[in-house]
């Protein structure tokens, strides 16, 4: 530890005795330094044991005294040396009344103790901790590394929270707690994570102290080198951090950043074996995909797994209707910043990806994750982590955006996922066609999610209101209502209730209120006008979608 002024005093060679500020001796002294100046305050820095003969001084003022106490005081100097033999035979009343006063630890310098003495006592004292500093610093270094290599991001915090004296905690890219030291941090790292996902929307490195309750002094530090950091380190303790305890912090944010860097090169290595793997299912050869897999995906192939296709799309134009809630620019990029602490500019992708890799990794589960082009490829448990995860973020990007107002400043993509059934390797270039099919209906409903059991169990006419399908409709069945609207019949209501009917004269005239005569002569003029005959089933089913495409 830093010389303190006890220490000086205890100095055997020094021969200091102590004459106010008692109670203040365990302060660290940062320097010694000589100033006879009526007001050395400019020069101070804080910290300083100040050495004086009281050249310039009346130090048998009292005023004068206090006045000059309290400035020393107020610049942060911890100790006042005062020289006795040179220009006062003893210290005077008045400066020890005055250091007494104001709680200033006064030091008498005997006339045989040259201030260069003091000096020099405080500079080896200083030399001496530092160099016990970095010897402490690089055996904490090879403690954290060997912990790192031999137990992982674990071993690392359990050493790391011993060396500080307090505890610590690692962060996942979404904020989430990945593991602490000691295991009783566990609650008090939880509370972080508002502070965690601010960090993260500053770039790496970044680092922030906060205040983490029951007495903490919380720094947090990113753990990364790219634009959005891939964790984040907490270290909580009494006080401030030492130089040694800080040599301790440093080495461990490095090894995490080591860790984290070569995670990165293993993870592409991953998503090569991953995209093989995903090639070899839809190419219908199962056994040769489980061989590659091996045990790194081996578990989610033996289990039924989801087939999960995501992509970005442009927003509507600012005021267009979407259906399920007005229209949000950039909603998938407003939601990250809450779920994920992304910035503007985040890819609504990437988020998506980060936030189900997170939730499978808390729970132990595989995830296969493959860049297919603009969109991605997630091959799941089917009821895991992974899926629930996938399924919160999609409704949590629903409601901000039935929330939201049309038109929004933020400018961005926003996100479509469309989900396959449950489903094992056979059938997994089914299940690849049946997430394409659901992205494809999440596509033209505008929703952010759509899973193809929705699909199937469902009705087909939503799959119908798009501007191409009702452009269609309503030029199929305009020439009936302009015939309509001259008062020569109601030919589109009568078409409604024969083809509701199933061609069923009698009952769709009953309908009508109309006898069946005269419904045969207005479908008569149904086939004059359009030159379609009623006869053919592909004009009656197209007749029919056209009416209610249009709601007619």
């Known amino acids: 530890m830093p010389p303190t002024l006890a220490s000086l005093v205890h100095h055997s060679a020094l021969k200091l005795t102590v004459r106010a500020g008692e109670e203040r001796l365990d302060t660290p002294v940062r320097w010694a330094h000589v100033s006879e100046l009526a007001d050395p305050v400019p020069y101070m820095e804080g910290g300083e044991l100040l050495l004086i003969t009281a050249l310039k001084l009346d130090a048998d003022d009292p005023d004068a005294m206090r006045r000059y106490v309290k400035r020393l005081v107020g610049a942060g100097v911890v100790g006042l040396g005062f020289a006795v033999g040179v220009n006062y035979d003893a210290v005077p009343d008045a400066l020890v009344q005055a250091a007494q006063d104001e709680g200033l630890p006064l030091l008498e310098v005997p006339p045989r103790t040259p201030f260069i003495a003091i000096s020099k006592a405080v500079s080896a004292a200083i030399a001496a901790d530092q160099y016990r500093a970095v010897t402490s610093g690089f055996a904490a270094q090879r403690e954290l590394t060997k912990q790192a290599l031999s137990e992982g991001p674990e071993g690392l915090l359990s050493v790391l929270a011993g060396q500080v004296d307090g505890w610590a905690a690692l962060y996942d890219a979404s904020g989430a707690v990945v593991a602490t030291a000691p295991e009783w941090a566990g609650r008090r790292a939880a509370r972080l994570t508002p502070d965690v996902e601010r ?55 490095a090894l995490l950043t080591l860790t984290t860097e070569r995670s990165r090169a293993l993870y592409a290595a991953e998503q090569r ?40 799309v442009a927003p509507p134009p600012s005021g267009v209707a979407v259906q399920g ?87 961005g993509d926003e996100l479509v996922i469309g989900f396959s059934a449950p489903a094992g390797p056979i059938a997994a270039a089914s299940a690849f ?49 302009d015939h309509d609207a001259t008062g020569r019949g109601d030919l589109v209501a009568s078409l409604r209730a024969w083809l509701s009917r199933h061609g069923q004269w009698d009952a769709a005239a009953a309908d009508l209120g109309v006898h069946r005569h005269t419904l045969r002569y207005r479908m008569r003029r149904v086939e004059e006008i359009l030159g379609r005959s009623l006869d053919d089933p592909d004009v009656r089913m197209e007749l029919w979608l056209a009416l209610k495409a249009t709601g007619a």
């Open 273 to 312: 074996i991953g995209a093989a793997v995903l090639r070899m299912l839809l190419a219908g050869e199962p056994d040769h995909a489980r061989a590659v897999a091996g045990d790194l995906y081996g578990a989610l192939l033996d289990a039924p797994f989801r087939m999960v296709l995501a992509e970005a």
């Open 199 to 253: 960090l993260r929307e500053r770039p790496a490195p970044a680092s922030s102290v906060v205040a983490g309750g029951a007495d903490d002094r919380v720094e947090l530090h990113s753990i990364g080198t790219g634009r959005r950091p891939r964790a984040a380190l907490a270290v909580g303790t009494a006080a401030a951090l030492g130089t040694a305890e800080r040599y301790a912090l440093h080495s461990a944010i």
């Open 325 to 411: 809630g007005a229209s949000s620019a950039g909603t998938a990029l407003l939601l990250a910043e809450v779920v994920t602490g992304a910035g503007p500019g985040s890819d609504p992708v990437s988020v998506l990806v980060d936030v189900v890799e997170s939730a499978a990794a808390r729970a132990g589960e595989a995830v296969l994750v493959v860049p297919d082009g603009e969109r991605v490829v997630l091959l799941v448990v089917d009821g895991g982590a992974a899926v629930d995860a996938c399924g919160q973020y999609a409704e949590a990007l629903e409601s901000t955006r039935a929330d939201g107002s049309a038109g929004s400043a933020v400018a």
């Open 433 to 481: 066609k049946q997430a394409e099919q659901a992205l494809s209906v999440a596509r033209r409903r505008g929703r952010i999610l759509v899973e193809h059991e929705d699909v199937a169990a469902g009705s087909v006419l939503p799959l119908l209101g798009d501007d191409a399908v009702r452009a269609f409709a309503d030029g199929l069945l305009r020439a009936l209502r």
